[in-house]
């Protein structure tokens, strides 16, 4: 026959399926075929279906050749030449192609799992999530079922379950982690122990849950953190034989270093976080803010973006001195940042123990003088607006003192807008201080506007380079006559906020003191 | 009552200033058996929408505006400790924990509001930040709270480069973001541009996507959107603009000379609103955004004495300044060919 002895397989096969002639390649590889065999007998199954398939001429146009394993190699069968009669195979040894590309596929499936695995574990800084990600991720890929466990806190080990289905169950445990051999050492050692399969016929029910159904495997590995362990990982299998494949150990490995150092950080930032909640309460301006007699409003906005506090401040102290009187703090520490905001902590402590003298404000400022005189870091200073508020028939009387701050405004019911003249230095600077109280009286509807420096030097406006100033903001007042303190505090804010729009601006603090209207008798 | 009446006796109140006849208002409504979403949603809602058209329409000064929205916020938090909330808002909302907040810049707080307490009513456990929530702070919440989804609010247009920048930023901590608010267009057609993973016209809509679930953003879900060339221009160049253009104008308008530093101020103001909107067309690339806007301000104009032909020269005369963003003149050129369209 043609190419008898060519290095390929090729067969004559009838449109009835019988082997005619065969070359000696051929030979060696169907060893039960020779002529007159049907081939279905002599060749594995999927070449006798693409020659039915070739022979009736139902063969699917552009669907490629078939392929399929003769003994422990693959083969591809390219159909050289059909007639009515019958069919040339020429078959081709496709082993090596085949493996290549069997083995490029599972390394695809290996990168997917490692981004996918990359950005859900960087994804969040919360730790619940995190914990979570790394047990999905690890039942998904890794095992059937898996468990993270964390290092003991608080008497208890948080949990976190993935049952095969991808369900979450997340417990606080308070049980003994020596009942699963191996485990404990993996929340303990750093470095990490090495991976340890256990039978888990023998784990508590804890680990072998219910909903994880037949388990015939598992291991515990280390999760490392940064320089600690972050916890520890279990993988639950349903197959029963233990190890894991060569490529699967370094995936695995990969898996436990990346999840124990993001679940490492997501720790640290929570705990971080939740220190930071905690000093940063008593920074914190006040919310509530209802005086007896009086409406009082405020808004703050810290220079820096991503700050809670700054060196602005405000208090309300509802009932100060041995009067009904109330008593409002505004003020201004030197600088920004933290650094200020804590200054301001210690001055709005001083002020409170100050109360019982509030009647004199001028007494007041000469005691915190002195004590932001003793402070070793002198450069600090303070300006501050006091505010006494008391109820006056319908009406509000208010007296004021201002050390070295912008001066308060009056919003009358007639749209005039007035500055108070209460002048005095600031303080913390010098040793000797000078300040002047005016009383001022509130119609039902007028407010008194407390404000910070940061608010009529915000730069900006429509040009982008123009102070918001004093005039600008008395001429914005006059169409607020009448609003009720929130609405002023709100409008002001909104103002001088658009006005610097993206730009930089300093601390704005605002504390809008009214007599209300239309008070239910 | 029907609920029209008591929708006008809250409007009365409201811009009166009296929060103790508003709130009786919305008592008297619950007493009468009307259930607690409706009062939020179809008495103190509608009450809200009114108070920015009739500002528009020159009706109701700017304080009677910010007057009524106070009592509106004071009607709300009123409503919050009523008994018939309580049941809900006491509970550990198991549904599942939402965060609320408006973008950066975004003052309109109130629809947000009104979300987070229909949110509330119906078993969530909510977080509601308010107002211009800078985005920094928005994150560091999220990370915190690892809430079930975000739900976005903004009004303006202008604020879409900020709302961009939020989504963007919530979805990167593994959070699905639903956006509401007149800013995303009527049809939301924004907020899908922009990536979000849902959008809602109204706060029951809001609430019933809510209650489906809103799957965890992914990014095989798309690209995200950029901005074009043009907006990146004009959003160096705004300040030099807006100054330019105040030039130009004094040269075109001679009324101007007589202007009072207030009226120049806020004829300034009104060019740099203009400019901010057509960044924002800009950054969607969709005139209809700025047509819609133009629109808008020639009602806000004509009913405050303003002739019609102003803005049309604004807008020319900023044309006249922007030779090198056809996209930029082109928008300039609808909105000026919608705003005779609509004086003929």
Same mark, same amino acid.
């Given at each position: 026959?043609?190419?008898?002895d060519?290095?390929?397989?090729?067969?004559d096969v009838?449109?009835?399926?019988?082997?005619?002639?065969l070359?000696?390649?051929?030979?060696?590889?169907?060893?039960?075929?020779?002529? +007159?065999?049907?081939?279905?007998?002599?060749?594995p199954?999927w &070449?006798?279906?693409?020659?039915?398939?070739?022979?009736?001429?139902?063969a699917?146009?552009g669907?490629g050749?078939?392929?399929?394993?003769?003994?422990?190699?693959v083969?591809e069968?390219?159909p050289?030449?059909?007639?009515?009669?019958?069919?040339?195979?020429?078959?081709?040894?496709v082993?090596?192609?085949?493996?290549?590309?069997?083995?490029?596929?599972t390394?695809?499936?290996w990168?997917?799992?490692?981004?996918?695995?990359?950005r859900?574990l960087? !994804?969040?800084?919360?730790?619940?999530?995190?914990l979570?990600?790394? @047990?999905?991720?690890?039942?998904r890929?890794?095992?059937?079922?898996?468990l993270?466990?964390?290092?003991?806190?608080?008497?208890?080990?948080?949990?976190?379950?993935?049952?095969?289905?991808g369900?979450i169950?997340?417990?606080?445990l308070?049980v003994d982690v *020596?009942t699963?051999?191996?485990?404990?050492?993996a929340l303990r050692?750093?470095?990490?122990?090495?991976?340890?399969w256990?039978?888990?016929?023998?784990?508590?029910?804890?680990v072998l849950r219910?909903?994880?159904? @037949?388990?015939?495997?598992?291991?515990?590995?280390?999760?490392p953190?940064?320089?600690?362990?972050?916890?520890?990982?279990?993988?639950?299998?349903?197959r029963?034989?233990?190890?894991?494949?060569?490529?699967e150990?370094?995936?695995?490995?990969?898996? =436990?270093?990346?999840?124990?150092?993001?679940?490492?950080v997501?720790?640290?930032?929570?705990e971080?976080?939740?220190?930071?909640?905690?000093?940063?309460a008593e920074?914190?301006?006040p919310?509530? #803010?209802?005086?007896?007699?009086?409406?009082?409003?405020a808004?703050?906005?810290?220079?820096?973006v991503?700050?809670?506090v700054g060196?602005?401040?405000?208090?309300v102290?509802?009932?100060?001195?041995?009067?009904?009187?109330?008593?409002?703090?505004l +003020?201004?520490?030197a600088?920004k940042?933290?650094?200020?905001?804590?200054?301001?902590?210690?001055?709005?402590n001083?002020l409170h123990?100050?109360?019982?003298m509030?009647? $004199?404000h001028?007494?007041?400022?000469?005691?915190?003088?002195d004590?932001?005189l003793?402070?070793?870091?002198?450069?600090?200073?303070v300006?501050?607006? %006091?505010?006494?508020?008391?109820?006056?028939?319908?009406?509000?009387?208010?007296?004021?003192?201002?050390?070295?701050?912008?001066?308060?405004?009056i919003?009358?019911?007639?749209?005039r807008?007035e500055?108070?003249?209460?002048?005095?230095t600031?303080?913390?600077?010098?040793d000797?201080?000078?300040?002047?109280?005016q009383?001022?009286?509130? $119609?039902?509807?007028?407010?008194?506007?407390?404000?910070?420096d940061?608010?009529?030097?915000?730069?900006?406006?429509? /040009?982008?380079d123009?102070?918001?100033?004093?005039?600008?903001? /008395?001429?914005?007042l006059?169409? /607020?006559a009448?609003?009720?303190?929130?609405a002023?505090a709100? *409008?002001?804010?909104?103002?001088?906020?658009?006005?610097?729009?993206?730009?930089e601006?300093? $601390?704005?603090?605002?504390?809008a003191? !009214?007599?209300?209207?239309g008070e239910?008798? | 009552?029907?609920?029209?009446?008591r929708?006008?006796? &809250?409007?009365?109140?409201?811009?009166?200033?009296?929060?103790?006849t508003?709130?009786?208002?919305?008592?008297?409504a619950l007493d009468?058996g009307v259930?607690?979403?409706?009062?939020l949603?179809?008495?103190?809602?509608?009450?809200?929408?009114?108070a920015?058209?009739?500002?528009?329409?020159?009706?109701?000064?700017?304080?009677?505006?910010?007057?009524?929205?106070?009592?509106?916020? *004071?009607?709300?938090?009123?409503?919050?400790h009523?008994?018939?909330?309580?049941?809900?808002?006491? !509970?550990s909302?198991?549904?599942?924990?939402?965060?609320?907040? /408006?973008?950066?810049?975004?003052?309109h707080?109130?629809?947000?509001r009104?979300?987070?307490?229909?949110?509330?009513?119906?078993?969530?456990?909510?977080?509601? &930040?308010?107002?211009?929530?800078?985005?920094?702070?928005?994150?560091?919440?999220?990370?915190?709270?690892?809430p079930d989804?975000?739900?976005?609010s903004?009004?303006?247009?202008?604020?879409l480069?900020?709302?961009?920048?939020?989504?963007t930023?919530?979805? !990167?901590t593994g959070?699905?973001v639903?956006?509401?608010g007149? @800013?995303?267009?009527?049809?939301?057609r924004?907020?899908r541009? %922009?990536?979000?993973?849902?959008?809602?016209?109204?706060a029951?809509?809001?609430a019933?996507? &809510?209650?489906?679930g809103?799957?965890p953003?992914r990014?095989?879900?798309?690209?995200p959107?950029?901005?074009g060339?043009?907006y990146?221009?004009?959003?160096?160049?705004?300040?030099? #603009?807006?100054r330019?253009?105040?030039a130009?104008?004094?040269r075109?308008?001679?009324?101007?000379?007589?202007?009072?530093?207030?009226q120049r101020?806020?004829?300034?103001?009104?060019?740099?609103?203009i400019v901010?909107?057509l960044?924002?067309?800009?950054y969607v690339?969709?005139?209809?955004?700025f047509?819609?806007?133009?629109?808008?301000?020639?009602?806000?104009?004509?009913s405050?004495?303003?002739?019609?032909?102003?803005?049309s020269?604004?807008?020319?005369?900023i044309?006249?300044?922007?030779?090198?963003?056809?996209?930029?003149?082109?928008?300039l050129?609808?909105?000026? =060919?919608?705003?005779? @369209?609509?004086t003929?």
């Amino acid at each position: 026959m043609v190419g008898k002895d060519a290095p390929y397989p090729i067969l004559d096969v009838t449109a009835a399926g019988v082997v005619e002639r065969l070359n000696d390649a051929a030979q060696e590889l169907l060893t039960g075929a020779s002529p +007159g065999v049907p081939l279905a007998r002599a060749a594995p199954a999927w &070449l006798a279906q693409a020659h039915r398939a070739v022979a009736s001429g139902r063969a699917r146009p552009g669907a490629g050749p078939a392929h399929g394993p003769v003994g422990d190699r693959v083969f591809e069968a390219h159909p050289l030449h059909a007639d009515a009669d019958r069919v040339v195979w020429w078959l081709l040894d496709v082993t090596g192609h085949r493996r290549a590309a069997e083995a490029l596929r599972t390394e695809r499936e290996w990168t997917g799992f490692l981004v996918e695995a990359s950005r859900e574990l960087t !994804s969040s800084l919360n730790l619940d999530r995190c914990l979570e990600a790394a @047990a999905r991720l690890a039942a998904r890929h890794l095992a059937d079922a898996a468990l993270v466990i964390m290092p003991m806190a608080g008497r208890r080990h948080r949990v976190t379950a993935c049952d095969p289905r991808g369900r979450i169950v997340r417990e606080d445990l308070g049980v003994d982690v *020596r009942t699963v051999p191996g485990l404990d050492g993996a929340l303990r050692a750093f470095p990490p122990a090495p991976a340890r399969w256990i039978d888990p016929a023998r784990a508590p029910g804890w680990v072998l849950r219910e909903e994880f159904g @037949a388990i015939g495997s598992a291991v515990v590995m280390a999760l490392p953190g940064h320089g600690l362990p972050a916890g520890a990982l279990v993988l639950l299998r349903r197959r029963r034989q233990q190890g894991f494949a060569p490529r699967e150990a370094v995936f695995a490995r990969l898996f =436990a270093a990346w999840a124990g150092a993001a679940i490492s950080v997501a720790r640290l930032y929570t705990e971080q976080a939740a220190i930071t909640e905690t000093l940063m309460a008593e920074l914190l301006p006040p919310v509530e #803010l209802r005086v007896n007699g009086a409406e009082v409003a405020a808004r703050y906005r810290p220079a820096g973006v991503a700050e809670l506090v700054g060196g602005d401040f405000y208090d309300v102290h509802p009932a100060a001195g041995s009067g009904r009187e109330a008593l409002v703090v505004l +003020g201004d520490v030197a600088g920004k940042g933290l650094e200020a905001a804590v200054l301001t902590g210690k001055i709005r402590n001083t002020l409170h123990a100050l109360l019982p003298m509030a009647d $004199d404000h001028h007494r007041v400022l000469e005691r915190l003088n002195d004590v932001l005189l003793t402070r070793e870091n002198p450069t600090r200073f303070v300006t501050l607006v %006091l505010a006494s508020v008391a109820p006056s028939g319908p009406r509000v009387a208010l007296r004021i003192t201002s050390a070295g701050h912008p001066a308060p405004l009056i919003l009358r019911n007639d749209g005039r807008v007035e500055a108070v003249e209460a002048a005095g230095t600031l303080i913390g600077l010098i040793d000797s201080i000078t300040s002047s109280t005016q009383e001022v009286l509130l $119609d039902p509807g007028e407010t008194c506007l407390l404000y910070s420096d940061g608010i009529i030097e915000a730069r900006g406006g429509p /040009c982008g380079d123009e102070l918001f100033g004093e005039e600008r903001l /008395c001429e914005k007042l006059r169409h /607020c006559a009448g609003m009720p303190a929130d609405a002023v505090a709100e *409008r002001v804010q909104m103002l001088a906020s658009q006005w610097v729009g993206g730009g930089e601006h300093d $601390d704005m603090a605002i504390v809008a003191i !009214s007599a209300p209207r239309g008070e239910r008798t | 009552m029907r609920i029209e009446e008591r929708v006008e006796a &809250l409007w009365a109140a409201a811009i009166a200033g009296d929060e103790y006849t508003a709130a009786d208002v919305v008592l008297a409504a619950l007493d009468a058996g009307v259930p607690m979403e409706s009062v939020l949603l179809d008495v103190v809602a509608p009450v809200q929408a009114r108070a920015g058209r009739e500002w528009a329409a020159n009706r109701i000064t700017v304080a009677q505006e910010h007057t009524a929205t106070a009592v509106n916020d *004071r009607v709300l938090a009123i409503l919050a400790h009523h008994p018939s909330a309580g049941t809900h808002i006491g !509970s550990s909302g198991g549904r599942g924990r939402v965060v609320v907040a /408006c973008v950066d810049g975004e003052w309109h707080a109130f629809p947000a509001r009104l979300l987070a307490e229909v949110l509330r009513l119906r078993g969530w456990r909510v977080d509601y &930040l308010g107002a211009q929530v800078p985005t920094p702070h928005l994150i560091a919440h999220l990370h915190r709270a690892a809430p079930d989804a975000v739900a976005l609010s903004s009004s303006l247009a202008v604020r879409l480069p900020a709302a961009h920048t939020a989504i963007t930023a919530c979805q !990167s901590t593994g959070a699905p973001v639903l956006a509401g608010g007149a @800013a995303f267009g009527p049809d939301g057609r924004y907020a899908r541009l %922009l990536g979000a993973d849902a959008w809602a016209p109204d706060a029951r809509a809001a609430a019933d996507l &809510l209650a489906q679930g809103l799957r965890p953003h992914r990014p095989e879900d798309g690209p995200p959107h950029l901005p074009g060339h043009e907006y990146t221009v004009l959003t160096e160049r705004a300040p030099d #603009l807006v100054r330019n253009v105040m030039a130009d104008l004094a040269r075109r308008v001679p009324e101007m000379a007589g202007y009072t530093s207030e009226q120049r101020n806020r004829t300034a103001e009104d060019v740099a609103h203009i400019v901010e909107f057509l960044r924002a067309a800009l950054y969607v690339a969709d005139p209809d955004l700025f047509t819609s806007f133009t629109g808008w301000m020639t009602g806000v104009l004509t009913s405050r004495g303003v002739p019609a032909g102003a803005l049309s020269a604004g807008l020319q005369t900023i044309a006249g300044r922007l030779p090198d963003l056809p996209q930029a003149r082109e928008m300039l050129e609808r909105a000026q =060919a919608a705003l005779r @369209a609509g004086t003929r």
